[in-house]
């Protein structure tokens, strides 16, 4: 099991930030999101050093090079398949090696 941070705000608007993803009435709880991370961490054979769930105005998640993996708050009011592809993507990262900070570098 990995370590967990949790620091976020709850989104109240219906509006959705994302740009055309589906929104949920309520949000997922925390367990239940951090859940899914532990599944397809071990799925994906990667273990982070830290998840953390927190508000984030410009993006779904990022990592470190360190192993940090962090998703944003918004993503908990997100459909179940849409939170897996952001989860799956972070964690392949991490299993490449590579950071958040190595996509914005190659661009």
Known sequence: ???????????????????????????TPKRIFLAE???????????PTEVRVRTMKNKWGSSTA?????????????????RKRIIVAELERLKAGLSSADDTQAE
């Open 66 to 82: 360190t192993g940090r993996v962090s998703f944003s708050s918004e993503l908990l009011w997100q459909v179940p398949n849409f």
């Open 37 to 47: 991370v532990n599944y397809w961490a071990e799925q994906l054979g990667v273990q």
């Open 1 to 27: 099991m990995v370590k967990v941070n949790e620091s976020a705000g709850n989104a109240s608007s219906e509006a959705d930030a994302s740009g055309g993803t589906k929104r949920l009435a309520h949000p």
